[in-house]
């Protein structure tokens, strides 16, 4: 049986036989409460709505329990929108925390950098500009490795850090954008009409096989994310002090850029754009840690959250008339990214 050993600091040591894992209890706890909190919450939201469903009804639906009716309204319409919701969040808030550590940087998040634009302009394009039997999903990660490797490139001089790299990446998405844009004008209204969730993120109607290649993605992606926290978590530190603690450097950054842009892509694959995730759910991971370490998985469940309520409430603020879930997430989480902002600014002043 697993033993705990006694909270003497603030870790404790998880032991099996002869394996032991250290954890974090501040972290850990953060961790099952936000659990809890995004299981209530998805069993509310897919009861939510004029049927009359419980939580607990819901949740007997979604595992093929109920009423036909029932069945058909959760199983086909309600869990669908729901795990596009949580892979997509939990995919934008990992990357998020990935690439703020890499870049040492808060503002660096893959919408600010231009991965975001770059997968919008090559979905895109797969509709209304080159249409190709290659679906707007594949295409996605396509466009997010062109735009990383694009601003990391012109970025060379600056490194991996510094508002030159931001600078950089503000810039190249501003050409995305722009060649999205172009390609909407030019599209005869069908094609614009098709790619236009793409360019603003939503939930609606989301192809399965892109929300299953997402949780694949992901299964492999935050394992992944989580074996690289320790170097994260010292390479926030100079590179020579990094390299003296036996970071190798140039390795982890290309890992980490890598698997930013690999979950990234497959969000935006799904969502599209969705602004602000990135951005707030890691620095929210790292309020509720106590900023220990690099919350990675804390990050993930933190956007997941984010990305659920939102898209409620963008389906019933201004029912039956719904608001895409990228209008949602910029009108509510950039008061919230300010206020984080000037709080930590009036914090630092004498």
Not at 324 to 330: E, F, M, R
Request: hydrophobic residues 55%; aromatic residues 6%; proline residues 5%.
């Amino acid at each position: 049986m697993p033993r705990i050993s006694p909270p003497l600091t603030a870790h404790c040591v998880l032991r099996l036989g002869d394996y032991s894992l250290l954890l974090h209890r501040r972290s850990s706890t953060v961790a099952l409460f936000l659990c809890l909190a995004l299981l209530l919450s998805s069993a509310w939201i897919l009861a939510f709505g004029a049927n009359g469903l419980t939580p607990w009804a819901a949740l007997r639906a979604a595992f093929g329990q109920g009423e036909p009716m029932q069945l058909l309204l959760i199983r086909e319409l309600r869990v669908p929108r729901l795990l596009s919701g949580l892979f997509s969040g939990a995919a934008l808030g990992a990357a998020g925390c990935l690439l703020q550590t890499l870049a040492r940087n808060r503002l660096a998040t893959p919408g600010v950098i231009g991965i975001d634009n770059g997968a919008t302009a090559f979905a895109v394009a797969s509709i209304v500009a080159v249409p190709t039997s290659l679906a707007p999903s594949a295409l996605a990660l396509s466009g997010a490795a062109t735009a990383a490797v694009l601003t990391f490139a012109l970025a060379a001089g600056g490194g991996a850090r510094g508002y030159r790299f931001i600078v950089v990446g503000i810039a190249i998405g501003a050409l995305f954008g722009a060649a999205t844009n172009l390609m909407l004008a030019r599209a005869d209204i069908d094609a614009a009409n098709a790619a236009y969730p793409w360019t603003v993120g939503s939930l609606n109607a989301r192809p399965s096989q892109a929300v299953w290649l997402l949780g694949g993605g992901l299964l492999l992606g935050l394992p992944a994310a989580k074996l690289l926290v320790r170097a994260l978590s010292l390479m926030r530190f100079s590179d020579s002090v990094a390299i003296g603690l036996g970071v190798r450097l140039r390795l982890m950054r290309v890992l980490s850029l890598l698997l930013c842009v690999w979950l990234t892509a497959l969000a935006v694959a799904v969502a599209g754009p969705v602004g602000l995730i990135a951005l707030v759910a890691p620095e929210m991971a790292r309020h509720l840690c106590a900023r220990h370490g690099v919350p990675v998985l804390n990050a993930a469940l933190c956007g997941a959250l984010l990305m659920i309520l939102a898209d409620w409430l963008g389906r019933h603020l201004l029912a039956p008339i719904e608001i895409p879930v990228g209008i949602i997430t910029a009108i509510v989480g950039a008061p919230y990214l300010l206020w984080i902002l000037l709080r930590q600014s009036s914090r630092s002043s004498p």
